[in-house]
């Protein structure tokens, strides 16, 4: 189930994501976590500092459940989409108390690509986001804008609109993960620069302020994501707004993702 990994007494632990997409069946799912355990596990890495979780396939998530558990596994996971609606006719999809029973921690809401080629609306990936609290898992919501929002809307205000859009319709003390990822930037090579990065993650963050108060805004975890790899981490990591990464692409390769969760070590931060 969920865990919360945020106080103002100790700080936001940094939370590094990795969204596999539409990628890996589920014994490549089970292969993919083994190795990614033992690279971290050999590199010594400290799942307390900074906390590592994987978003696999629906048709995974059973797989790496059992492995996690059997093999008593620090690393979590969660789905990459769910269902507004409670367990009843809507075929074809997941709803939010199926995941809680894989003990799934998160579910991704509102990807840009569940945005663009599906259509979903702000009002879509708040009932989203409501339904995932009301089964105690944490959602991991997606903001961010296309090329045409920054020329026509400037910065953060895309963004801003749409995190709006979650908090009017979910409880002010749920826990909740955002992640600032720019349209223009996924799977571009062209990342946002990490001054970009901050100065987005900061308007986010004083809009979670505004609307349920300095303590929420000091513990919420903003993720940056958007063509995030193992050379570019360490500069989003060093903003002081930026509490991890989605990873996309460069989360699919057990090594690059490993360099990525290990930033502190291999780059001076």
């Given at each position: 189930?969920?865990?919360?990994?945020?106080?103002?007494?100790?700080?936001?632990?940094?939370?590094?994501?990795?969204?596999?997409?539409?990628?890996?069946?589920?014994?490549?799912?089970?292969?993919?976590?083994?190795k990614l355990a033992w690279s971290l596990k050999d590199a010594r890495h400290d799942f307390g500092a900074v906390e590592v979780a994987v978003f696999p396939p629906?048709?995974?998530?059973?797989?790496?459940?059992?492995l996690v558990a059997a093999d008593k596994l620090p690393i979590v996971y969660g789905a990459q989409d769910v269902c507004a609606h409670a367990p009843g006719a809507f075929t074809?999809?997941?709803?939010?108390?199926?995941?809680?029973?894989l003990d799934c921690s998160y579910v991704l809401i509102g990807h840009?690509?569940?945005?663009?080629?599906?259509?979903?609306?702000?009002?879509?990936?708040?009932?989203?986001t409501a339904a995932a609290i009301g089964a105690g898992l944490v959602p991991l919501v997606c903001v961010g804008e296309t090329a045409e929002d920054l020329e026509t809307h400037g910065a953060s205000a895309v963004p801003v609109a749409q995190l709006n859009a979650v908090l009017d319709a979910i409880p002010k003390t749920a826990d909740f993960v955002v992640a600032y990822e720019p349209v223009w930037a996924i799977g571009s090579g062209q990342p946002a620069t990490p001054e970009q990065a901050q100065q987005v993650a900061s308007a986010?963050?004083?809009?979670?302020a505004a609307r349920l108060g300095d303590e929420a805004a000091a513990v919420t975890r903003v993720l940056y994501g958007g063509s995030v790899k193992a050379d570019n981490i360490?500069?989003?990591m060093r903003q002081p707004d930026v509490d991890g990464a989605l990873v996309g692409g460069a989360s699919l390769d057990v090594e690059g993702f490993s360099a990525i969760v290990r930033y502190?070590?291999?780059?001076g931060v």
């Amino acid at each position: 189930m969920a865990r919360v990994n945020r106080s103002p007494a100790d700080g936001r632990i940094p939370l590094i994501a990795g969204n596999w997409k539409m990628n890996f069946d589920h014994l490549q799912a089970i292969a993919f976590v083994q190795k990614l355990a033992w690279s971290l596990k050999d590199a010594r890495h400290d799942f307390g500092a900074v906390e590592v979780a994987v978003f696999p396939p629906f048709t995974d998530l059973r797989s790496v459940q059992t492995l996690v558990a059997a093999d008593k596994l620090p690393i979590v996971y969660g789905a990459q989409d769910v269902c507004a609606h409670a367990p009843g006719a809507f075929t074809g999809e997941i709803a939010a108390s199926f995941l809680a029973q894989l003990d799934c921690s998160y579910v991704l809401i509102g990807h840009s690509e569940r945005r663009t080629f599906y259509g979903e609306t702000d009002e879509v990936i708040a009932a989203k986001t409501a339904a995932a609290i009301g089964a105690g898992l944490v959602p991991l919501v997606c903001v961010g804008e296309t090329a045409e929002d920054l020329e026509t809307h400037g910065a953060s205000a895309v963004p801003v609109a749409q995190l709006n859009a979650v908090l009017d319709a979910i409880p002010k003390t749920a826990d909740f993960v955002v992640a600032y990822e720019p349209v223009w930037a996924i799977g571009s090579g062209q990342p946002a620069t990490p001054e970009q990065a901050q100065q987005v993650a900061s308007a986010l963050r004083a809009t979670i302020a505004a609307r349920l108060g300095d303590e929420a805004a000091a513990v919420t975890r903003v993720l940056y994501g958007g063509s995030v790899k193992a050379d570019n981490i360490a500069g989003f990591m060093r903003q002081p707004d930026v509490d991890g990464a989605l990873v996309g692409g460069a989360s699919l390769d057990v090594e690059g993702f490993s360099a990525i969760v290990r930033y502190q070590k291999h780059v001076g931060v």
